[in-house]
């Protein structure tokens, strides 16, 4: 390319951009660059970099990292400078340096040159300093509700189990000796602590999640197995059907994984229709992640509470019809999410409803 048409690129590209001779003085210099720094033409072209905006440019080893360029030394990258400029106040710069050959046109000399180009990345850098505090407090807010969640509900234990036990005594003594409302007020408080000791267990679960250690390739299939078996009983006392397809190798802790799959299968159990419970585990690759899909012909879910069944504590049915607190896919939810994938569902009321879940997929071999 000739110097006159290359002059002409550089002036008019949008970025700040500089053109150097091998002794760093400013040959070409794009309108953006006088712009952007509040210099004139006549200031800059033909002055030495370090001397420019009464020497903002002075900045310790850079000459020399320009001149190794300028020498035929590679290119350099991302050079972060922070520097207080007189027009801008603090700014910080990225700076990218090459060597180019000189040109053909018959004018040219035989000099290389390097060309800087410039960009000021103050805000970004603003608004990722922002970003990292409030993750960095977000992180520690979350890890203290844990530890709350945690401690709190281990210290209700104890008094709660001697309250279940006095109730359940007093339900054994008295329960036909003293009134009807008596019989009725002690059966409440039975049942009221068995809710609570329910609660706090389900409370704990969801607080040790993360806790319980690091991932590793698990063989999907055989923390299904162990789910069902787990829950042989209750398969059997439903009369329900328990198919699976062939599951992948995934990464995941195989603790939180049996969790998530014997939420999920209890769920389909709990929650069917007259008919007896077909249940179905499959998979399907989606690039690096693994979607594991649990279907079954139960009550199904309303579209408009597909986000909510993941909330803790939020129930679709009432306590006495379904037993449980409603935080069984809370912890689904909570495991999934940790290895960065997602869970969710697809649902017709009356037919069933399809649980997805996404997990990183393990390398074969």
């Not at 969640?149 to 036909?176: I, K, W």
């Not at 129930?315 to 912890?331: D, F, K, Q, S, V």
């Amino acid at each position: 390319m000739s110097q006159s048409i290359f002059r002409s690129v550089v002036e008019t590209i949008r970025e700040p951009l500089l053109v150097l001779d091998p002794e760093l003085r400013v040959r070409v210099a794009s309108r953006s660059f006088y712009r952007r720094f509040r210099v004139s033409e006549s200031a800059t072209e033909g002055h030495f970099l370090h001397e420019l905006g009464n020497g903002e440019w002075r900045i310790p080893g850079l000459v020399r990292l320009l001149k190794e360029v300028a020498a035929g030394g590679p290119a350099v990258e991302d050079i972060e400078v922070t520097r207080d400029f007189e027009h801008l106040g603090p700014r910080t710069m990225l700076l990218n340096a090459r060597r180019i050959e000189a040109g053909d046109d018959e004018n040219d000399d035989d000099e290389a040159r390097v060309l800087v180009s410039i960009e000021d990345v103050t805000e970004r850098k603003r608004a990722e300093a922002e970003r990292d505090a409030l993750v960095a407090e977000l992180t520690r807010s979350n890890e203290e509700l844990e530890r709350f969640a945690y401690v709190a509900s281990h210290d209700l234990q104890e008094p709660l189990r001697m309250v279940a036990s006095y109730s359940q005594l007093l339900a054994r003594r008295y329960e036909g000796k003293l009134d009807e409302k008596a019989d009725r007020y002690i059966r409440y408080a039975v049942e009221g602590a068995a809710r609570m000791q329910v609660l706090i267990n389900d409370l704990l679960a969801y607080s040790r999640v993360g806790r319980a250690g690091e991932r590793r390739p698990v063989e999907a299939g055989e923390v299904l197995a162990d789910a069902l078996q787990r829950l042989e009983f209750a398969v059997g006392h439903a009369g329900a059907s328990v198919s699976a397809d062939p599951l992948p190798r995934v990464l995941a802790e195989p603790t939180e994984l049996l969790q998530v799959f014997q939420n999920l299968l209890s769920n389909a159990l709990k929650f069917r229709r007259d008919e007896p419970p077909r249940v179905h585990v499959s998979a399907a690759r989606q690039g690096g992640r693994w979607v594991i899909s649990v279907a079954d012909n139960g009550l199904g879910i309303e579209p408009g509470y597909f986000e909510r069944v993941f909330v803790v504590f939020q129930r679709l049915h009432p306590a006495a019809a379904y037993p449980g607190t409603g935080i069984g896919l809370a912890i689904c939810k909570k495991i999934v999410e940790r290895t960065g994938g997602r869970i969710w569902v697809e649902s017709t009321p009356g037919v069933g409803s399809t649980f997805f879940f996404s997990l990183p997929a393990a390398e074969e071999g």
